[in-house]
């Protein structure tokens, strides 16, 4: 019973999609580890295993069974379950009976509260293939899908319909059932390979014996194999394949063996179709990675196949005769695109709607190129690359009516940048509408210019300043105008720009939706979004932020000292970087703690109605000297800051403030700063609402959680 | 030309295929319809709970697909093979495999797959999950579990089996050009087939044309109204429903759909409203089936 061995289910399903399989097989995976820890039952590592057509858990040195453990029961009081003869009374019996056994089986025992009758059981020792029996059902049944489905007698639903299941604890079978199958130890194989079925003589022979029928079930492996398949197949084309991390995730999960080969197509393609094209089109439609050499694309691709050879060239000309129909296509619009002018396009984008209340990509355009020029105005952009913003603000979105992008949408934008260039606009230009997208999100590298850069930042302005007015606010997973991903953008394109402030441009944007000819109901929203915006996009530096190893109260701190007035997010990152610096020292610490307790006290101040006047630090008559000293180090700190960003970097400045700790301290252990005498106590706000001002300058220093630090310190 | 299967020689080997295994085989339906599903034999046994097996080939229309006879894939009107099991049987993978089979598909050379693909017919208020299989990167068929139909959650679960019929002659005998495939062996025609092209082609470019530049709009509106309104007269008449011709009806609209869609004569928002209003009667006809009691020993169609 305590022999430990490997625990191993495996749902043999239909093909379950690729994009379903990893999310799938860990859930699984928890499931059953879940089981077995609530029944104690003690195990190792927890594998998650899959292919198309199995979701499978294997657990390593599974108890056989959950602990045994003793347990006394107690039951009437002995006096009252034995007759004067030794006997057993109804009152036993009917104890015994209960727990279904025989009243002889009861002993005496001592209890605090005197001697009684008891029974001494076993609890646990359940074997495992019972427990899972009677846990695992309900949970895997309720296992949740993007899309589920009902079959047969619809009697059982989930993501496809389940033919076998392998539950094995060593060499035994588990008596369990799922969707109507019984659990055995038969598997099948890959579908040509070696379709069986097999049966599996032990959990730790299912692998190989899978290996054997055609099936890598270890998905590491099955991408490991399949990247040198596919290496190979392309370097028979003699060249390599051009890398695409998600599609090789993609195709690894839709085979069960790996297998790969290159096909061929004609010159024609690389040659009269730009190698973005060229690489979407195979992606889009067959899957295939496209094959370059050291000079650029070779007109072959390669592609992950279920079958390890292809004897007859079956699979081969298959691939290939569909790959020439799609990039025939491809060429088709390609050529069909450049007979006109991007640029003449955009007439057409007035019957292209951007969102419903929002109006058209051709309004979306001007009021982008407006905003835009606005930036780049105040950022002091030369005249030449100004203009050229403009006209890229101009022609970004007309790729929208091309048929490339009617057939690749993944294609908008680098389309745009490709059919620019080939109109003859400005390289300039063609780089920005390129790179319009970019970057994807809080990861992904941004723009390479700074046109680029200016362009898709007054473009996410804009979609995020219409999202706000119409209410398309994000709330949970709900993001339906994809405001998140604008939002992060928007952070990182800023943080690029170090004399931007966003918040100027952030009212502009809003106004520029409020001064077109939508509804006056926009109008009356403008004022409340301003606000609302700005929080949204302090929320975004912060997760990045965050993505960057940030605390979060560091962010805080920093985020404290921006809102619609102010929004310089490359700042924001400086100040981050200089509290991140400085966090270490114990003196910063210590101040920070201060800080904090110099808020409470002037918040409390407020309350009272007390007058704290900056300009009264130090008017007080025979000012004490801790006082004097803390007015000195404030006066310097002061006299430092006078430097603007000429003066002291951040973290210096944040150093010089620690180093006020001892006067700080000296400051609070000697004065008492609610005096009774007027003049000394308004002296002291004072000085307070100054050494505040300074604990405020980098980051609020008061928002810094410091250990054993409480938020009601109260002040003395 | 020595062809490994003709067109008619898969059709043949498909209905004896399914017919083995217990299928009807029905003959196409004798309307317009844009898919297999479209068939009354489907459409209607996909309701309620009582097993049925269906087999036949479907010419299919879709307007938007002429190509004037030009492209070497595409095409006004294709054929479809169409199966239905319900319930779904549980080797219905496996018996998909071995027809191919029984149309000289040898599955160990070639790399045939069930790759995600989930179907949805707006008109008919229909779905379904399932999977396009492809062969060596070709999509042949297309496999689905119909989970609703005619806006009804089916509780037993039908699986449709939807064959490409000229892919996959294409395919079998390595033809580019879908008018090349051969349609019959013939000792008395050239080259000792008689192609798909001789049979087709002459339609297909006029079938475009027509669709394309020549057919009436405004008329084509008028009728699709008055099918529409037939229909729902057949469901509401005293003594009714005649629910068969009133879904013949809604198959009409369906149609005339098709080629004013062809034709380019809608906005999108109207698109949307002509789809939602074939898919009311589609929807009507499948409530008016079930609540007839039907699905059992009676004939759909004819």
Same mark, same amino acid.
Request: net charge negative.
């Given at each position: 019973?305590?022999?430990?061995?490997?625990?191993?289910?495996?749902?043999?399903?239909?093909?379950?999609?690729?994009?379903?399989?990893?999310?799938?097989?860990?859930?699984?995976?928890?499931?059953?580890?879940?089981?077995?820890?609530?029944?104690?039952?003690?195990?190792?590592?927890?594998?998650?295993?899959?292919?198309?057509?199995?979701?499978?858990?294997?657990?390593?040195?599974?108890?056989?069974?959950?602990?045994?453990?003793?347990?006394?029961?107690?039951?009437?009081?002995?006096?009252?379950?034995?007759?004067?003869?030794?006997?057993?009374?109804?009152?036993?019996?009917?104890?015994?009976?209960?727990?279904?056994?025989?009243?002889?089986?009861?002993?005496?025992?001592?209890?605090?509260?005197?001697?009684?009758?008891?029974?001494?059981?076993?609890?646990?020792?359940?074997?495992?293939?019972?427990?899972?029996?009677?846990?695992?059902?309900?949970?895997?049944?309720?296992?949740?899908?993007?899309?589920?489905?009902?079959?047969?007698?619809?009697?059982?639903?989930?993501?496809?319909?389940?033919?076998?299941?392998?539950?094995?604890?060593?060499?035994?079978?588990?008596?369990?059932?799922?969707?109507?199958?019984?659990?055995?130890?038969?598997?099948?194989?890959?579908?040509?390979?070696?379709?069986?079925?097999?049966?599996?003589?032990?959990?730790?022979?299912?692998?190989?014996?899978?290996?054997?029928?055609?099936?890598?079930?270890?998905?590491?492996?099955?991408?490991?194999?399949?990247?040198?398949?596919?290496?190979?197949?392309?370097?028979?084309?003699?060249?390599?394949?051009?890398?695409?991390?998600?599609?090789?995730?993609?195709?690894?999960?839709?085979?069960?063996?790996?297998?790969?080969?290159?096909?061929?197509?004609?010159?024609?393609?690389?040659?009269?179709?730009?190698?973005?094209?060229?690489?979407?089109?195979?992606?889009?439609?067959?899957?295939?990675?496209?094959?370059?050499?050291?000079?650029?694309?070779?007109?072959?691709?390669?592609?992950?196949?279920?079958?390890?050879?292809?004897?007859?060239?079956?699979?081969?000309?298959?691939?290939?005769?569909?790959?020439?129909?799609?990039?025939?296509?491809?060429?088709?619009?390609?050529?069909?695109?450049?007979?006109?002018?991007?640029?003449?396009?955009?007439?057409?984008?007035?019957?292209?709607?951007?969102?419903?209340?929002?109006?058209?990509?051709?309004?979306?355009?001007?009021?982008?190129?407006?905003?835009?020029?606005?930036?780049?105005?105040?950022?002091?952009?030369?005249?030449?690359?100004?203009?050229?913003?403009?006209?890229?603000?101009?022609?970004?979105?007309?790729?929208?009516?091309?048929?490339?992008?009617?057939?690749?949408?993944?294609?908008?934008?680098?389309?745009?940048?490709?059919?620019?260039?080939?109109?003859?606009?400005?390289?300039?230009?063609?780089?920005?509408?390129?790179?319009?997208?970019?970057?994807?999100?809080?990861?992904?590298?941004?723009?390479?210019?700074?046109?680029?850069?200016?362009?898709?930042?007054?473009?996410?302005?804009?979609?995020?300043?219409?999202?706000?007015?119409?209410?398309?606010?994000?709330?949970?997973?709900?993001?339906?105008?994809?405001?998140?991903?604008?939002?992060?953008?928007?952070?990182?394109?800023?943080?690029?720009?170090?004399?931007?402030?966003? @918040?100027?441009?952030?009212? !502009?944007?809003? /106004? =520029?939706?409020?001064?077109?000819?939508? #509804?006056?109901?926009? %109008?009356? &929203? *403008?004022?409340?979004?301003?606000?609302?915006?700005?929080?949204?996009?302090?929320?975004?530096?912060?997760?990045?932020?965050?993505?960057?190893?940030?605390?979060?109260?560091?962010?805080?701190?920093?985020?404290?000292?921006?809102?619609?007035?102010?929004?310089?997010?490359?700042?924001?990152?400086?100040?981050?970087?200089?509290?991140?610096?400085?966090?270490?020292?114990?003196?910063?610490?210590?101040?920070?703690?201060?800080?904090?307790?110099?808020?409470?006290?002037?918040?409390?101040?407020?309350?009272?109605?007390?007058?704290?006047?900056?300009?009264?630090?130090?008017?007080?008559?025979?000012?004490?000297?801790?006082?004097?000293?803390?007015?000195? @180090?404030?006066?310097?700190? !002061?006299?430092? /800051? =006078?430097?603007?960003?000429?003066?002291? #970097?951040?973290?210096? %400045?944040? &150093? *010089?403030?620690?180093?006020?700790?001892?006067?700080?301290?000296?400051?609070?252990?000697?004065?008492?700063?609610?005096?009774?005498?007027?003049?000394?106590?308004?002296?002291?706000?004072?000085?307070?609402?100054?050494?505040?001002?300074?604990?405020?300058?980098?980051?609020?220093?008061?928002?810094?959680?410091?250990?054993?630090?409480?938020?009601?310190?109260?002040?003395? | 030309?020595?062809?490994?299967?003709?067109?008619?020689?898969?059709?043949?080997?498909?209905?004896?295929?399914?017919?083995?295994?217990?299928?009807?085989?029905?003959?196409?339906?004798?309307?317009?319809?844009?898919?297999?599903?479209?068939?009354?034999?489907?459409?209607?046994?996909?309701?309620?709970?009582?097993?049925?097996?269906?087999?036949?080939?479907?010419?299919?229309?879709?307007?938007?697909?002429?190509?004037?006879?030009?492209?070497?894939?595409?095409?006004?009107?294709?054929?479809?093979?169409?199966?239905?099991?319900?319930?779904?049987?549980?080797?219905?993978?496996?018996?998909?495999?071995?027809?191919?089979?029984?149309?000289?598909?040898?599955?160990?050379?070639?790399?045939?797959?069930?790759?995600?693909?989930?179907?949805?017919?707006?008109?008919?208020?229909?779905?379904?999950?399932?999977?396009?299989?492809?062969?060596?990167?070709?999509?042949?068929?297309?496999?689905?579990?119909?989970?609703?139909?005619?806006?009804?959650?089916?509780?037993?679960?039908?699986?449709?089996?939807?064959?490409?019929?000229?892919?996959?002659?294409?395919?079998?005998?390595?033809?580019?050009?879908?008018?090349?495939?051969?349609?019959?062996?013939?000792?008395?025609?050239?080259?000792?087939?008689?192609?798909?092209?001789?049979?087709?082609?002459?339609?297909?470019?006029?079938?475009?044309?027509?669709?394309?530049?020549?057919?009436?709009?405004?008329?084509?509106?008028?009728?699709?109204?008055?099918?529409?309104?037939?229909?729902?007269?057949?469901?509401?008449?005293?003594?009714?429903?005649?629910?068969?011709?009133?879904?013949?009806?809604?198959?009409?609209?369906?149609?005339?759909?098709?080629?004013?869609?062809?034709?380019?004569?809608?906005?999108?928002?109207?698109?949307?409203?002509?789809?939602?209003?074939?898919?009311?009667?589609?929807?009507?006809?499948?409530?008016?089936?079930?609540?007839?009691?039907?699905?059992?020993?009676?004939?759909?169609?004819?």
């Amino acid at each position: 019973m305590s022999e430990r061995a490997t625990l191993l289910l495996e749902l043999g399903t239909e093909e379950i999609p690729a994009r379903m399989l990893p999310g799938a097989a860990a859930d699984l995976a928890r499931i059953v580890a879940d089981v077995l820890d609530r029944a104690g039952i003690a195990h190792g590592e927890v594998e998650a295993l899959w292919t198309p057509r199995r979701l499978a858990v294997r657990v390593r040195e599974t108890a056989a069974a959950s602990p045994v453990r003793e347990e006394t029961l107690t039951g009437p009081p002995a006096r009252a379950a034995w007759d004067a003869d030794g006997k057993p009374t109804r009152a036993a019996e009917g104890f015994a009976r209960k727990h279904g056994v025989d009243a002889s089986a009861l002993e005496r025992v001592e209890t605090p509260r005197g001697e009684y009758a008891a029974l001494r059981v076993r609890r646990g020792g359940e074997p495992v293939g019972e427990i899972l029996a009677r846990e695992l059902p309900g949970p895997v049944a309720r296992m949740s899908f993007p899309k589920t489905m009902r079959w047969g007698d619809g009697r059982f639903r989930f993501v496809r319909p389940v033919h076998w299941i392998v539950a094995l604890h060593g060499e035994d079978v588990l008596p369990l059932e799922l969707f109507g199958v019984r659990a055995g130890r038969e598997t099948r194989g890959h579908r040509t390979l070696g379709p069986g079925p097999h049966g599996v003589p032990a959990a730790d022979a299912w692998e190989d014996l899978l290996r054997e029928a055609g099936v890598v079930v270890d998905p590491a492996r099955r991408r490991e194999r399949l990247v040198a398949a596919l290496a190979e197949a392309a370097s028979g084309a003699g060249g390599r394949i051009v890398e695409d991390p998600e599609l090789l995730e993609e195709v690894a999960d839709m085979v069960e063996f790996p297998g790969a080969l290159a096909g061929a197509f004609d010159e024609r393609f690389p040659r009269e179709l730009p190698p973005e094209v060229l690489r979407t089109c195979l992606r889009h439609h067959q899957k295939a990675f496209l094959v370059a050499g050291d000079a650029g694309p070779l007109p072959a691709f390669a592609v992950a196949v279920n079958v390890p050879e292809d004897p007859e060239g079956h699979v081969r000309r298959g691939h290939e005769w569909v790959v020439s129909g799609r990039l025939e296509d491809a060429l088709f619009f390609w050529r069909e695109d450049r007979k006109r002018k991007l640029a003449d396009r955009f007439e057409e984008l007035a019957g292209v709607v951007f969102h419903r209340e929002l109006g058209t990509f051709a309004e979306k355009a001007r009021r982008v190129a407006r905003l835009a020029d606005l930036v780049g105005g105040g950022l002091g952009l030369p005249a030449g690359e100004r203009d050229a913003l403009d006209r890229a603000a101009r022609l970004c979105r007309c790729d929208l009516v091309t048929g490339l992008v009617g057939e690749f949408p993944e294609l908008q934008g680098v389309a745009g940048g490709l059919l620019a260039r080939a109109d003859g606009e400005e390289e300039e230009v063609a780089t920005a509408i390129y790179h319009l997208y970019e970057p994807a999100g809080a990861e992904g590298d941004l723009p390479p210019t700074r046109v680029a850069r200016l362009l898709g930042l007054a473009d996410r302005l804009d979609t995020l300043a219409g999202g706000f007015a119409v209410g398309l606010v994000p709330s949970g997973s709900r993001d339906p105008f994809a405001l998140r991903r604008a939002g992060l953008a928007l952070v990182r394109l800023a943080e690029a720009e170090p004399d931007l402030d966003l @918040a100027p441009v952030l009212r !502009e944007a809003v /106004a =520029g939706y409020a001064g077109g000819e939508l #509804g006056p109901d926009l %109008r009356d &929203r *403008a004022e409340e979004t301003v606000p609302r915006l700005a929080a949204f996009v302090l929320d975004r530096f912060g997760s990045i932020a965050e993505r960057r190893g940030a605390r979060y109260d560091e962010i805080a701190a920093v985020a404290a000292l921006f809102g619609p007035d102010s929004l310089r997010i490359h700042d924001m990152f400086r100040r981050l970087a200089a509290l991140a610096e400085i966090r270490g020292s114990e003196d910063f610490l210590a101040l920070a703690a201060a800080a904090k307790r110099v808020r409470n006290i002037l918040a409390q101040a407020r309350e009272k109605g007390e007058t704290i006047d900056p300009a009264l630090a130090g008017t007080a008559p025979g000012t004490p000297g801790p006082e004097r000293e803390l007015l000195a @180090a404030v006066e310097e700190l !002061e006299r430092a /800051a =006078g430097g603007g960003d000429a003066g002291p #970097g951040y973290a210096e %400045r944040l &150093r *010089a403030i620690a180093r006020l700790r001892p006067v700080v301290d000296r400051f609070f252990d000697e004065i008492l700063v609610f005096d009774p005498d007027e003049t000394a106590r308004r002296a002291r706000l004072g000085l307070l609402a100054r050494f505040a001002a300074r604990a405020h300058e980098v980051a609020d220093l008061a928002e810094i959680v410091v250990e054993g630090d409480r938020e009601d310190a109260s002040p003395r | 030309m020595n062809p490994k299967m003709t067109l008619q020689e898969m059709i043949a080997a498909l209905s004896a295929f399914w017919s083995e295994r217990g299928c009807v085989v029905h003959q196409p339906y004798d309307m317009e319809v844009g898919a297999g599903t479209m068939h009354p034999e489907t459409f209607f046994r996909s309701l309620g709970d009582d097993p049925w097996r269906v087999a036949y080939c479907q010419p299919s229309r879709r307007p938007a697909d002429g190509r004037y006879g030009e492209n070497p894939m595409r095409v006004y009107k294709h054929f479809q093979y169409q199966v239905v099991l319900k319930p779904s049987p549980a080797d219905v993978q496996d018996l998909y495999l071995a027809s191919l089979e029984a149309m000289g598909i040898d599955p160990r050379v070639h790399d045939i797959r069930f790759e995600e693909d989930n179907w949805e017919s707006p008109t008919l208020g229909a779905s379904g999950v399932g999977w396009q299989v492809t062969m060596d990167g070709m999509e042949i068929s297309q496999f689905t579990y119909f989970q609703v139909m005619g806006g009804v959650d089916l509780r037993v679960i039908p699986v449709e089996l939807t064959y490409g019929l000229e892919r996959i002659c294409m395919f079998i005998n390595d033809i580019r050009n879908i008018f090349d495939i051969p349609w019959a062996r013939a000792d008395w025609h050239e080259g000792g087939i008689v192609p798909y092209g001789a049979l087709r082609l002459r339609a297909e470019r006029e079938q475009s044309a027509w669709c394309f530049r020549l057919a009436d709009v405004d008329e084509h509106r008028r009728q699709f109204e008055v099918a529409e309104r037939e229909a729902r007269r057949l469901l509401e008449a005293e003594g009714g429903p005649y629910l068969v011709p009133a879904y013949e009806r809604a198959l009409e609209a369906s149609h005339l759909f098709n080629v004013l869609d062809a034709r380019g004569a809608f906005s999108v928002t109207e698109r949307q409203e002509l789809i939602g209003r074939i898919r009311r009667l589609s929807v009507a006809c499948a409530k008016a089936w079930l609540a007839a009691g039907e699905g059992r020993d009676e004939e759909a169609g004819s």
